[in-house]
């Protein structure tokens, strides 16, 4: 083309060129549905402006066979669910924290959250005082276990 100047430049499109483009994409456009929730959205598109993803994640975690979440949720295309394989991510139960008294200090939704609310760093192994090694024992003062 170097040297050729582009036949279109310049020009306006028409409306049924523009038509027969839109109905030429038509079949990216598949529905997906959200495995935890049940919602189901015209397109990954509509994924990303709900959720704030990055499209080539969503992209990525919609092709992969491994039942890893995207912002704690499950998507897939609406054609390739199937509600025997493809199951919600199990609920991780709530951390309570009680001081060495007893005291009931409170619920956090993840380790991250409990670090952050009670001032600890980030190199204590929190998950390791509620399940395994150090279960039982306190860190700093507090006792950690998950709610039943």
Do not use: W
């Not at 969503?58 to 499950?74: C, V, Y």
């Amino acid at each position: 083309m170097k040297g050729r100047p582009s036949l279109r430049k310049g020009q306006k499109i028409s409306q049924e060129s523009k038509d027969r483009i839109s109905k030429a994409q038509d079949h990216k456009k598949r529905p997906v549905i959200c495995v935890d929730t049940g919602e189901v959205f015209d397109s990954k598109y509509d994924v990303v402006k709900k959720y704030g993803l990055d499209k080539g994640g969503l992209q990525s975690h919609l092709r992969a066979k491994s039942p890893q979440g995207t912002k704690g949720m499950i998507f897939r295309f609406l054609d390739e669910y199937d509600p025997a394989i493809h199951k919600p991510l199990p609920k991780k139960p709530l951390i309570v924290v009680h001081d060495k008294s007893g005291n009931y200090i409170g619920e956090y939704k993840g380790v991250s959250e409990c670090r952050a609310a009670l001032g600890l760093a980030k190199t204590i192994p929190v998950n390791r005082y509620l399940e395994g090694d150090r279960h039982g024992l306190n860190c700093k003062g507090y006792n950690f276990s998950y709610k039943r």
